[in-house]
């Protein structure tokens, strides 16, 4: 899963940016096996709960 989350990265992070202004790059840098330190640090940014970020994060993987 980490792969195709590497490939479509970049839509991914100019969608989150999108919806949570906030987010900067520094905040969205993704690292391959490093999934559940992004989902805690956008959690803590947005307040969003982890687990509706990361069906928002993987949908866009599934597509």
Do not use: A
């Not at 096996?33 to 947005?46: A, H, M, P, Y």
Request: hydrophobic share 30%; glycine share 10%; no cysteine.
């Amino acid at each position: 899963m980490s792969l195709q989350l590497k490939g479509t990265w970049n839509q991914i992070k100019g969608e989150l940016k999108e919806k949570f202004g906030e987010l900067t790059d520094d905040d969205l840098l993704y690292q391959e096996g490093q999934e559940d330190k992004i989902l805690g640090k956008l959690q803590e940014k947005t307040g969003e709960n982890i687990e509706s970020l990361r069906k928002m994060i993987f949908k866009e993987v599934q597509h």
